[in-house]
């Protein structure tokens, strides 16, 4: 089993900047990718960037130049560095992790309880 706490989440005003983090505990795949996800209200949940094995790094298009993944292997915490944020950035951030079986990784087979950000005008 993984672990997934997410933290750093709270209130902002627009342009401003909150960096997320997310601690990962447990059976962690050193194999499989990380990413975060958000669910504003009233929408789906959507994918906001993902970090994979290679350190490769993907991001939507509603966030690109102003979001910015990372992590820290050796603490086992995924980052995401939010600029320019915009009000509709707000949402409930996800941290996910891979699961990793049979040799195959399985996106966002782990989640994190979420963490609330708000950007006002």
């Known amino acids: 089993q993984v672990q997934l706490v997410e933290s750093g989440g709270g209130s902002v005003q627009a342009g401003g900047s909150l960096k997320l983090s997310c601690a990962a505990s447990g059976n962690i795949s050193r194999r499989c990718g990380m990413g975060w996800y958000r669910q504003a209200p009233g929408k789906e949940r959507e994918l906001v960037s993902r970090?994979?094995?290679?350190?490769?790094?993907s991001y939507a298009n509603s966030v690109k130049g102003r979001f910015t993944i990372s992590q820290d292997n050796p603490k086992n915490t995924l980052y995401l560095q939010m600029n320019s944020l915009k009000t509709e950035d707000t949402a409930v951030y996800y941290c996910?992790?891979?699961?990793?079986?049979?040799?195959?990784?399985?996106?966002?087979?782990?989640w994190g309880q979420g963490t609330q950000v708000t950007v006002s005008s």
């Open positions: 970090i994979n094995i290679d350190g490769t790094t």
């Open positions: 996910a992790a891979d699961r990793s079986s049979g040799g195959l990784c399985y996106r966002a087979g782990y």
